[in-house]
């Protein structure tokens, strides 16, 4: 479960859609705001409730999972600190379109519904901004859906460790190849060779839930022309 993060000094790495606030609107934000840490496989939400709170994404990033009775999830987006969980409450809605889990632990900002949607109504910049990063979104998720459909799964695994380590600060994962599997929707058996594929090539080694990335380039070549449409 998310944590409140006791930690007072300032966050080493900033949320882009608060970064691009103007300061004073920044600081009107963040003292409403509150620093939590996420764990991995925390669910924040999931379809069917009511957001309760919205989240910026520092170090954190989120996944977005879509399901279907008897059959694998899939993971449709990613949300890192490029980003934020809840942006389609701009639409009029609180109700929660996908489920929420937390793929990379770290923190985030924490903000209550109301408190969000009171400052959307009186902030036209965080309105415009977070209106430009829906679009976005909504991209990221078409796109993931035509990934799935026609890529291979090591070309789709190569650029979805990929638009991980975007979101990391660190060249280490930690994954099993269940998980990896949950997130593209396929066997456990495809993602094995996927990954065994990927490590003989040496672009990641991978020991015991430990995924290391050694080579980004070499990731590139084998990674679809999908992870340059989604990248942000």
Same mark, same amino acid.
């Given at each position: ?54 989240? =910026?994404?520092?170090?954190? =990033? ?53 408190? =969000? ?116």
């Amino acid at each position: 479960m998310s944590t409140q993060h006791q930690d007072t000094l300032a966050p080493q790495i900033q949320n882009r859609l608060i970064r691009h606030l103007p300061v004073v609107e920044q600081a009107d934000l963040l003292s409403q705001a509150e620093l939590v840490q996420l764990n991995f496989a925390d669910l924040l939400c999931k379809p069917g409730e009511s957001y309760q709170y919205v989240y =910026f994404p520092l170090t954190a =990033f989120i996944s977005l999972i879509a399901k279907l009775p008897k059959h694998p999830a899939l993971e449709m987006g990613l949300i890192g600190y490029e980003g934020m969980l809840g942006a389609t409450t701009l639409l009029g809605t609180r109700q929660v379109p996908s489920e929420a889990l937390i793929q990379g632990s770290g923190q985030a900002w924490r903000l209550p519904i109301e408190t =969000f949607e009171g400052l959307l109504a009186q902030n036209t910049n965080l309105k415009q901004i977070v209106e430009t990063y829906l679009y976005t979104l909504l991209c990221q998720l078409s796109q993931n859906a035509v990934c799935a459909h026609f890529h291979s799964i090591e070309s789709r695994l190569a650029r979805w460790l990929l638009m991980s380590h975007d979101r990391i600060q660190t060249d280490e994962l930690y994954l099993t190849h269940q998980f990896l599997a949950d997130m593209l929707g396929v066997r456990r058996s495809s993602i094995t060779e996927a990954a065994g594929n990927l490590q003989t090539r040496g672009s990641i080694s991978y020991n015991r839930g430990r995924l290391h990335i050694l080579d980004r380039q070499a990731l590139l070549a084998r990674c679809c022309s999908c992870y340059h449409s989604m990248r942000t």
